[in-house]
C-alpha cells in the first residue's frame, strides 16, 4: 500500500517536472527564435504544435507510470488535465514576462497580464498559402477560439498518452507492466507456407522442440522480395512474478515497403514456467 502511494507520488513529481521543462523549453524557444512551437498550426483548425507539446509534456508520466508500475487511474487523467491547463497559462505568462517592447521596458511593466493576453490572442496573424505569404492580418475576437483550439489540442496530447499507458501490456497476475526481453523476425517467401506457420504454431505446446524449431525456422533475408511476409515476435516478461508473454506481428512486403497486417497481430500468454529466452532471440 505504502509503495503503490509512492509510485503515485513518483508519477505525480516527475509528471509536473516534465510539464515545467517543456513550458520553459518552449518559451526559451521564442524568446531566442521567435517561433512558438505551441501555436503553431496546419491549416488554422489542426493543432499540430500544441498536440506535440502536449505529449512531450505529458511525457513525464508516461515514462514514470512504467517505472513506478501504477496503473493509469481517473486520479492520473485529473491530474494531466489540471497540468494541462495550467500549463498553457504558464505558457503565456512565460511570454508576457520575457516580452521586451520597441523602446526597450518590459511588456510587464507596462500593462498587466490579462490586458496582454487580450491583446495577444486579438492581435495573433493568421498566415496560408504555401509558406504562410497570405497574411490575414489581424485575428481579433476569433484569436480566442484559436487558444481554444490550441487547447483542445494539448489535451489531446495528453489523453494520447494517457491511452498508450492504458493500452501498455501488463502482467495480468501482479499487474505490473511488462519488460522487453527480446524480439526475433522470420521471413517467408511464400503465402501458402506463411499461413501453415502462423496456423500450426501454437498446436504445440509453446516450450516444446517442435515449437522451439518453428521458431528458429525461416530465418530473416537480407533482400526479400516484394510479397514476402514478415513475422516478428517479441518476448515481454514480468520482472516480479517472471510471467512471460508472447506477441507476435504480421507485416507484407509492398512496392512502397512493409504493411502491417493489424488482424493477425497476436498475444499468448504464457504458462507458468515457461521460460522462451532462448526460443526467441534473433537469428
Ligand atoms: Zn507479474
Known amino acids: 500500500m505504502i509503495a503503490k502511494l509512492g509510485g503515485h507520488l513518483g508519477v505525480a513529481v516527475f509528471g509536473l517536472i516534465s510539464f515545467v521543462l517543456v513550458a520553459l523549453a518552449v518559451i526559451g524557444i521564442n524568446r531566442l527564435t521567435g517561433f512558438n512551437i505551441f501555436s503553431f498550426s496546419f491549416w488554422v483548425f489542426i493543432p499540430a504544435g500544441a ?8 511525457s513525464g508520466y508516461y515514462f514514470a507510470s512504467l517505472f513506478f508500475h501504477t496503473r493509469p487511474t481517473w486520479f492520473l487523467l485529473a491530474q ?7 500549463a498553457q497559462l504558464v505558457i503565456y505568462y512565460g511570454e508576457y514576462r520575457s516580452l521586451v517592447l520597441d523602446d526597450g521596458t518590459m511588456a510587464s511593466d507596462a500593462i498587466g497580464f490579462r490586458d496582454y493576453l487580450d491583446t495577444y490572442l486579438r492581435s495573433m496573424h493568421l498566415r496560408a498559402g504555401h509558406g504562410g505569404h497570405i497574411d490575414t492580418g489581424e485575428v481579433g475576437d476569433f484569436g480566442y477560439w484559436l487558444a481554444v483550439i490550441d487547447f483542445v489540442g494539448f489535451v489531446l496530447g495528453g489523453l494520447f498518452v494517457f ?6 501490456p501488463s502482467c495480468w497476475k501482479c499487474s505490473r507492466y511488462l519488460r522487453k526481453i527480446s524480439k526475433t523476425g522470420q521471413m517467408f517467401s511464400d503465402h501458402d507456407l506463411f499461413a501453415k506457420h502462423y496456423d500450426s504454431l501454437f498446436q504445440h505446446p509453446v516450450g516444446s522442440k517442435p515449437f522451439a524449431d518453428l521458431m528458429r525456422a525461416n530465418p530473416k533475408i537480407r533482400k526479400p522480395a516484394v510479397d514476402t511476409v514478415m513475422m516478428g515476435s517479441e518476448l515481454l516478461g514480468c520482472a516480479h512474478c517472471k510471467t512471460q508473454l508472447l506477441t507476435q506481428k504480421v507485416q507484407i512486403l509492398g512496392k512502397k515497403g512493409w504493411k502491417d497486417i493489424p488482424k493477425l497481430t497476436r498475444q499468448v500468454r504464457l504458462p507458468d514456467g515457461v521460460d522462451l529466452r532462448q526460443v526467441v532471440k534473433p537469428g
Open 51 to 58: 498536440l506535440l507539446t502536449g505529449v512531450a509534456a505529458a
Open 80 to 86: 494531466i488535465l489540471i497540468v494541462t491547463a495550467a
Open 163 to 168: 491511452f498508450m499507458l492504458q493500452t501498455y
